[in-house]
């Protein structure tokens, strides 16, 4: 810390941004990490044939093709959108019926053994169905992501409710509380970090999902985009996919970890 | 004002695998308007199971508790309590301000009269330069006394202390039990104070009970301290009064 008072500092242009020490070895450690990655893919690449596992070069040449074409751009476009409409439904489904079964016994037990019965079906398994009733067009990418993020979303919200300290109930009960009062002023934001966790898995899930239905009954996307190549033998395709995959994962997750950091701030507080 | 707590043969238990496991036995305590009662007894003996029923949150098996004459069915914001645990009782997602606000807004008071009575509560507990910050940026007697603030600030008869000072390090607490009654005059609020710690019972209390060890604690003896006030250790009489209360409790 006392680094940061450090004379040598203004040497620095203003628009660097002033770093700790340890920010600083964070990030070398991040980039080196993925250098190894690359490293060790382009020695394992000296040993297979390209048509197996194209090296790193072949691959980026092969991107750059495709974002220049807007190919790329297009299917990670239309798979963004595809999780974004489904993410927003199954998290607004998923909170609020979480919301719903711990406000009251009756239709948490109600609702309980229906949830336990439809949830062990992944989201994959429901393409086939998803396909018959909505379609190959986007209605049923919705549902098939939407399906997954509900499960994951509704159960992190009961078990925020159920973990609402007894202490902080009764503090705010005694302080003249009703029902309704106490639900939302006091459970719901009390609820906020497992709510939180539990959308940020569900996002992860949403990726694994809307890939799959893309694979199996799309004419668009990244899983189509990687089909697309598989159809074709098109090895560097295939890999420009899965590397889109993974970006669009990570910025994504990045994405939302700041954004909910901003927005729900004050509900990811410690309870200390 | 009112504030008379009548607590009238209450009994407390459950059944367990067929066997009657009594926690209180008919436990009788009368708090006159603005006194300090304070319950000393061993850890476990059910001291905080009869706060709990004072506040509503239990139901005792027998027996009931009045307030100015009206039976206790359910909690209330005329009897606050006051909890032990430090990091639970306030609600971390709101400033010290908006903490204190809550019963207040409960109370749907006009925003004039919710804004004086924060200023002068935080005042009184000495949080007037913390109102903005999160419980989280608070050490532990900071939080109590947002506690206490938060308690006090919806007016209410009787104020319920459940071991608040417990979990806080000896000099803090010596500063909070000063502060306290300090407080305390100002408002004038009856007080039932719950401790295991003896000192903090007569330094407080205008009358001590001490309660038996369980199960089916009851109430073995009610001191009347009527030491002069300010107290400390070294007033006459004190520590013959500690030494008389721990000769029960041994």
Redesign the interface.
């Known amino acids: 810390m006392e680094r940061s008072a450090n004379p040598k500092r203004s040497m620095a242009p203003k628009w660097w941004p002033s770093l700790t020490r340890d920010q600083l070895i964070s990030i070398a450690i991040f980039v080196g990490s993925l250098a190894f990655g690359i490293l060790f893919w382009q020695v394992s690449s000296l040993f297979f044939n390209p048509y197996l596992l194209p090296p790193p070069r072949n691959v980026l040449s092969s991107a750059v093709e495709t974002l220049r074409s807007g190919e790329l751009i297009e299917s990670v476009a239309t798979s963004y959108i595809r999780i974004g409409v489904g993410f927003v439904i199954g998290c607004t489904l998923g909170v609020g019926c979480g919301l719903l079964m711990g406000s009251s016994r009756v239709i948490r037990e109600f609702l309980d053994p229906l949830v336990e019965a439809v949830r062990p079906i992944s989201p994959v398994a429901m393409i086939p169905i998803a396909i018959v009733w909505l379609g190959i067009d986007e209605g049923s990418k919705y549902f098939i992501i939407a399906y997954g993020v509900f499960f994951i979303t509704l159960l992190n919200t009961l078990a925020g409710v159920n973990a609402t300290?007894l202490?902080?109930l009764?503090?705010?009960?005694?302080?003249?509380?009703?029902r309704w009062?106490m639900f939302f002023?006091?459970t719901l934001?009390s609820s906020?970090p497992y709510i939180n966790t539990g959308m940020r898995v569900a996002l992860g899930g949403a990726f694994a999902s809307v890939v799959a239905a893309e694979m199996i009954a799309a004419n668009s996307g990244v899983g189509y985009f990687i089909m697309q190549a598989r159809l074709l033998v098109q090895t560097e395709r295939i890999f420009v996919g899965l590397v889109a995959l993974s970006a669009m994962g990570f910025v994504t997750d990045r994405l939302f970890r700041y954004v909910t950091s901003i927005v729900f701030a004050?509900?990811l507080?410690?309870?200390? | 004002m009112g504030g008379e707590l009548q607590i009238r043969r209450i009994s407390h238990g459950f059944s367990s695998r067929g066997a009657w496991n009594g926690v209180l036995g008919a436990i009788d305590l009368d708090i006159a308007s603005g006194e300090i009662v304070c319950l000393v007894g061993p850890s476990g003996c059910g001291k905080t199971t009869l706060l709990n029923i004072v506040?509503?949150?239990i139901a005792p098996t027998e027996g009931a508790v009045f307030l100015d004459g009206q039976m206790v069915l359910k909690?209330?914001?005329d009897?606050?309590?006051v909890?032990q645990?430090v990091?639970?009782?306030?609600?971390?997602?709101?400033t010290v301000r908006e903490n204190v606000d809550?019963?207040l807004a409960?109370?749907a008071l006009s925003r004039e009269e919710r804004q004086l009575r924060i200023e002068r509560f935080l005042d009184l507990v000495g949080l007037t330069e913390h109102a903005g910050k999160?419980?989280?940026e608070l050490s532990g007697g900071m939080k109590q006394r947002v506690q206490l603030a938060?308690?006090l600030a919806?007016d209410p008869k009787v104020l319920?202390m459940d071991e608040p000072f417990a979990a806080l390090d000896a000099l803090t607490r010596r500063s909070m039990q000063r502060e306290f009654l300090q407080i305390l005059a100002a408002t004038r609020t009856t007080v039932l104070f719950i401790t295991h710690d003896i000192f903090e019972s007569v330094l407080l209390g205008d009358r001590v009970g001490v309660m038996s060890r369980g199960p089916t604690a009851r109430i073995l003896r009610l001191f009347r301290i009527d030491l002069a006030r300010p107290r400390s250790l070294v007033s006459p009489g004190f520590t013959d009064r500690m030494t008389e209360i721990e000769g029960l409790l041994t």
């Open positions: 300290p202490v902080r009764r503090a705010a009960r005694c302080l003249g509380a009703d009062s002023r006091i934001p906020m004050r509900y507080r410690l309870s200390a | 506040a509503g949150f909690p209330g914001n009897r606050v309590v909890f645990d990091h639970n009782s306030l609600f971390p997602w709101m809550f019963g409960m109370l999160f419980p989280d938060r308690a919806t319920l």
